[in-house]
């Protein structure tokens, strides 16, 4: 069985930078052909994909963002971190770590976390 | 903005079909055979229903359909339950951004 699990803080102040930690089970990113997207959807709007990393280790932005975007992996420990910067109130959201499945679709997400951007 | 136009909400009555319109354009949906939809219930997590345009994941009703035609992509449900009720995303392969969703579409069952 596949779960995803977001972790990270609830509150981060403007400008702050945000670390979130995505733990999976059930697949492996030493497969070939996995990959691993953050997702993340502000109250009340669609969701909005951020970025995604492969097995092979490319990565992929949403280049559109005024804040910073790196995504990463630990295959060993079944972790995708995102590390956003320069944390903005817009970046308001809920958090979701998801499995993609043939490459462009989402196909398992995790719970997702909520994080607030205020002073 | 949304990169792909849906309508804000559809209706049905239980048993009937619906079917919900995403346009994109020939950055997106009129390119790639890459659209997926997301049902969505309130505060949970969005589940995949169609990808690739027309596939079903496993587990997934046979009552959801989705087609492509242009740069417009549809899904439709048919024989509408309660359960159906929910917000749905389409989403496609785009080249600037990469992926992108539609603004969603509230289905109510009347």
């Known amino acids: 069985q596949v779960t995803l699990r977001e972790s990270g803080p609830a509150l981060v102040k403007p400008t702050q930078t945000l670390t979130l930690t995505c733990t999976f089970s059930?697949?492996?990113?030493?497969?070939?052909?996995?990959?691993v997207s953050w997702i993340r959807q502000a109250p009340g709007k669609a969701p909005e994909w951020l970025a995604r990393?492969?097995?092979?280790?490319?990565?992929y932005y949403r280049t559109s963002l005024k804040t910073g975007l790196i995504i990463s992996k630990d295959a060993s420990k079944n972790q995708v971190v995102l590390t956003m910067t320069n944390m903005d109130p817009v970046d308001t959201a809920t958090y979701y770590c998801?499995?993609?499945?043939?490459?462009?679709?989402?196909?398992?997400w995790g719970r997702g976390t909520m994080v607030t951007v205020s002073s | 903005q949304s990169a792909l136009t849906q309508p804000a909400s559809v209706s049905g009555s239980p048993g009937r079909s619906i079917t919900i319109s995403c346009s994109g354009t020939?950055?997106?949906?009129?390119?790639?055979?890459?659209v997926s939809w997301y049902q969505q219930h309130p505060g949970k997590a969005p589940k995949l229903i169609i990808y690739?345009?027309?596939k079903r994941p496993s587990g997934v009703s046979n009552r959801f359909s989705g087609s492509k035609s242009g740069t417009t992509a549809s899904l439709t449900i048919s024989g509408l339950q309660s359960e159906d009720e929910a917000d749905y995303y389409c989403?496609?392969?785009?080249?600037?951004?990469?992926?992108?969703f539609g603004g969603g579409t509230k289905v109510t069952v009347l």
């Open positions: 990393i492969d097995w092979d280790d490319d990565k």
């Open positions: 020939n950055s997106d949906v009129g390119t790639y055979d890459l």
């Open positions: 989403c496609s392969l785009a080249d600037s951004n990469l992926w992108v």
């Open positions: 690739e345009v027309s």
């Open positions: 998801v499995r993609n499945m043939k490459l462009h679709a989402f196909g398992i």
């Open positions: 059930g697949f492996s990113l030493n497969t070939v052909g996995e990959c």
